[in-house]
């Protein structure tokens, strides 16, 4: 079942401005992941939020997780566009001995030199 | 290099023909798993295993089959393949431990067309 859903579907921006992509689930979590998928090729992993952290950076990316909400962000600065290409979030739900990862359908990031 | 290797990468079959994808990963990994990607429906687990001779269902299982036999490899089977089968293919893997926060390891996938 399709558990994260990121917003917007799609986005156009151009070189060197930040991209900020949504995603909401719906139940408990253990973790969320980000990765980028360039066209039509495998997905390459980006960077892991437990749920009990708030916040994560990693180079230019910074990813925020309010459990409250069942919510998180991920916010590229200073794109480049190398960085076009489409970005997907994926939950671990907090269950015993779950390693099942759902993804939601992804944004698309077009970035404009 | 630390990889998961998928072949192959692209394949036209006809309807009904048995086919074989295979899957193999170097990093020793417990859990791998099978993922269809499709416009507009995102990425859909078909099968997972937990270790070897151990496999369960995703959410889109039927008309696929695997096997685990070996930690390093988790075939996709398509026994009797039909055109809504066409998509593109990841198979996927990760540590599993306590707390699995792991990320995954994807293949570069591989794009079947069943006509």
């Known amino acids: 079942s399709q558990q994260g859903e990121e917003d917007p579907q799609a986005l156009s921006i151009q070189e060197g401005e930040n991209a900020t992509m949504n995603c909401s689930y719906k139940?408990?979590?253990?973790?969320l992941q980000w990765y980028r998928q360039n066209s039509g090729r495998g997905l390459v992993h980006l960077i892991l939020?437990?749920?009990?952290?708030r916040e994560k950076h990693s180079g230019r990316l910074r990813v925020t997780l309010d459990t409250s909400k069942k919510s998180s962000s991920l916010l590229i600065t200073a794109s480049r566009a190398a960085d076009t290409a489409s970005y997907f979030c994926?939950?671990?739900?907090?269950?015993?001995?779950?390693?099942?990862?759902?993804f939601g359908k992804g944004t698309k990031l077009s970035v404009i030199p | 290099e630390a990889q998961v290797t998928q072949n192959p990468r692209y394949l036209i079959t006809v309807t009904g023909k048995k086919l074989t994808v295979t899957c193999s990963q170097n990093?020793?990994?417990?859990?791998m798993s099978w993922y269809r990607q499709d416009p507009g429906l995102g990425l859909r687990q078909i099968y997972y295993?937990?270790?070897?001779?151990?496999?369960d269902k995703g959410d889109v299982p039927e008309g696929y089959k695997v096997s685990r036999k070996e930690k390093r490899n988790f075939p996709l089977i398509l026994e009797s393949p039909s055109p809504n089968q066409t998509s593109l293919y990841f198979c996927?893997?990760?540590?599993?431990?306590?707390?699995?926060?792991?990320?995954?390891?994807f293949g570069s996938g591989t794009r079947l067309t069943v006509v």
């Open positions: 996927a893997s990760s540590q599993a431990g306590s707390g699995s926060f792991y990320g995954y390891t």
């Open positions: 139940t408990s979590i253990n973790n």
């Open positions: 939020i437990r749920s009990n952290e």
């Open positions: 295993s937990m270790n070897v001779e151990v496999t």
């Open positions: 990093m020793n990994h417990e859990y």
């Open positions: 994926a939950t671990r739900y907090s269950g015993a001995g779950s390693y099942q990862l759902t």
